[in-house]
T-cell receptor, first 113, second 114 residues
């Protein structure tokens, strides 16, 4: 069964460093998303992406964040200068139609020291 | 705007007892509703979804949920709890905006006592 994959599973970085989280969505899906979950809290929407541009973003998704689909298979989330409060689990998701089920990847745990 | 409220951050049941996890939603458009389960240090697994077809939705692991428009509810039930059901459960809604984001509730942690 097709699935969303994410790499790395765990990333440790120093405050102020740039990180890139990578996702491979399900191949025929058109809509892509990033969410994050701070430890012990709920899952929060960051950004949605369709037709090579951002469809919607939350207040969390400030200028420090960017997304890109550099080729036909990868979808990346970049954090330019990480802060301690960026430590969280980051989930990628994809869907074939906007309002339908989103398939989530296993997540990348980002730890900022 | 859409929102989800999960009543009870923690629910404890005995093995074999009924599981009832409550979820109420708010949506300006017909909602798509979901229940996800998250085991410790793992990702989100879809239990079941409501997408405007049957109001009683059956999911994996014996779970089901009923969409009640009049009550704006989508409660999750399972007739008989198993120890392996202990996890965090998230109710979610999507579809209100052009970006099709999914809005999650705060989650309910289910404890199952032997």
């Amino acid at each position: 069964e097709p699935e969303v994959t994410q790499t790395p599973s765990h990333q440790v970085t120093q405050m102020g460093q740039e990180v890139i989280l990578r996702c491979v969505p399900i191949s025929n899906h058109l809509y892509f998303y990033w969410y994050r979950q701070i430890l012990g809290q709920k899952v929060e929407f960051l950004v949605s992406f369709y037709n090579n541009e951002i469809s919607e973003k939350s207040e969390i998704f400030d200028d420090q964040f960017s997304v890109e689909r550099p080729d036909g298979s990868n979808f990346t989330l970049k954090i330019r200068s990480t802060k301690l409060e960026d430590s969280a689990m980051y989930f990628c998701a994809s869907s074939d139609r906007g309002r339908h089920e989103q398939f989530f990847g296993p997540g990348t745990r980002l730890t900022v020291l | 705007a859409q929102s989800v409220t999960q009543l009870g951050s923690h629910v404890s049941v005995s093995e074999g007892a009924l599981v009832l996890l409550r979820c109420n939603y708010s949506s300006s458009v017909p909602p798509y509703l979901f229940w996800y389960v998250q085991y410790p240090n793992q990702g989100l697994q879809l239990l079941l979804k409501y997408t405007s077809a049957a109001t009683l939705v059956k999911g994996i692991n014996g779970f089901e949920a009923e969409f009640k428009k009049s009550e704006t509810s989508f409660h999750l039930t399972k007739p008989s709890a198993h120890m392996s059901d202990a996890a965090e459960y998230f109710c979610a809604v999507s579809g209100d905006t052009g970006g099709f984001k999914t809005i999650f509730g705060a989650g309910t942690r289910l404890f199952v006592k032997a």
